[in-house]
């Protein structure tokens, strides 16, 4: 079915919502941020919401925050409040952690590959690479997962 990403979210917020889902809004906004951007944010979260373990406590070591393969879809809020105080943070044993991106774009912060297992979220990012895929996406709407969108 295609849809624009703001009934994406509005949709996506009511289901994780329903499901008691503490950040639901936020984890709303940025599944419908990365489909709208052609990244599987559905998938992800749909993944993410059949994990057991949703929370962890990110406190800071030698390295960096030890992520344990808890989902990015359930921890990118709290790393984000983490890297505007600390200003950079070095992500280990990361899942997911391609759904930091819309936050880091949103709060104009750099961040490493986040496909993989470790990288680095802070610093200055000089340009939004992803603001005309938005609004194409706004005008043309997107092709989502009926199945998917169901699942949630």
């Given at each position: 079915m295609d849809m624009t990403p703001a009934e994406l979210e509005k949709r996506l917020a009511a289901a994780l919502e329903r499901r008691g889902l503490a950040s639901a809004a936020e984890v709303a906004w940025a599944t419908a941020w990365l489909?709208?951007?052609?990244?599987?944010?559905?998938?992800?979260?749909?993944?993410?919401?059949?994990?057991?373990?949703?929370?962890?406590?990110?406190?800071?070591?030698?390295?960096?925050?030890?992520?344990?393969?808890?989902?990015?879809?359930?921890l990118a809020p709290a790393i984000m409040r983490q890297v505007a105080s600390e200003r950079r943070v070095f992500l280990r044993n990361v899942r997911h952690g391609l759904f930091l991106l819309p936050f880091t774009v949103r709060e104009n912060v750099a961040i490493g590959c986040p496909v993989d297992p470790a990288f680095a979220v802070g610093g200055e990012r000089t340009k939004n690479p992803y603001a005309e895929k938005l609004a194409a996406a706004e005008t043309s709407g997107i092709s989502v997962d009926d199945r998917l969108l169901a699942s949630i």
């Amino acid at each position: 079915m295609d849809m624009t990403p703001a009934e994406l979210e509005k949709r996506l917020a009511a289901a994780l919502e329903r499901r008691g889902l503490a950040s639901a809004a936020e984890v709303a906004w940025a599944t419908a941020w990365l489909e709208g951007c052609g990244y599987p944010g559905l998938k992800m979260l749909d993944e993410a919401l059949s994990d057991p373990v949703r929370e962890r406590d990110l406190q800071r070591d030698v390295v960096g925050l030890d992520l344990a393969g808890v989902s990015c879809v359930f921890l990118a809020p709290a790393i984000m409040r983490q890297v505007a105080s600390e200003r950079r943070v070095f992500l280990r044993n990361v899942r997911h952690g391609l759904f930091l991106l819309p936050f880091t774009v949103r709060e104009n912060v750099a961040i490493g590959c986040p496909v993989d297992p470790a990288f680095a979220v802070g610093g200055e990012r000089t340009k939004n690479p992803y603001a005309e895929k938005l609004a194409a996406a706004e005008t043309s709407g997107i092709s989502v997962d009926d199945r998917l969108l169901a699942s949630i």
